[in-house]
């Protein structure tokens, strides 16, 4: 069954922009901690941007920090990634995560895991001239 409903990949060139969005369908997103990971050819899965709404803190990693957004929106029980001066290395396949409060203690411990409760399906991100 369907966890989200997952948009906005696509091919961009190097140094342009994309959002990824994920609305979560079949639960009520405010009661989850939220991630985006991504996984490259060849490569073990990345978690890249996370929010706790346990401490409430948001993580990035290293590659994607200073150029990619995380965000929620739990009216719309929507979240999303707004990436910036995007890289030949960013290409890959973006999944949105998310795991229940009381499972999750930081956003930088949430992007640290591996086994969520809910994934969305995926989206390819290739970026290339």
């Known amino acids: 069954q369907v966890e989200f409903v997952e948009s906005g990949g696509g091919l961009v060139q190097p140094g342009g922009s994309l959002r990824l969005s994920c609305e979560a369908s079949r639960f009520t997103l405010e009661n989850y901690a939220i991630g985006w990971f991504r996984q490259a050819p060849g490569q073990e899965l990345e978690g890249i941007s996370c929010?706790?709404?346990?401490?409430?803190?948001?993580y990035y990693a290293d590659s994607v920090k200073g150029r990619f957004t995380v965000s929620r929106d739990d009216a719309k029980n929507t979240m999303y990634l707004q990436m910036n001066s995007l890289k030949s290395e960013d290409t890959a396949v973006y999944y949105c995560?998310?795991?229940?409060?009381?499972?999750?203690?930081?956003?930088?411990?949430?992007?640290?895991?591996?086994?969520?409760?809910?994934w969305g399906q995926g989206t390819l991100v290739t970026v290339s001239s």
């Open positions: 929010i706790s709404n346990s401490d409430g803190s948001t």
């Open positions: 995560g998310a795991e229940p409060t009381r499972y999750t203690s930081t956003a930088q411990a949430m992007c640290g895991k591996r086994y969520l409760e809910r």
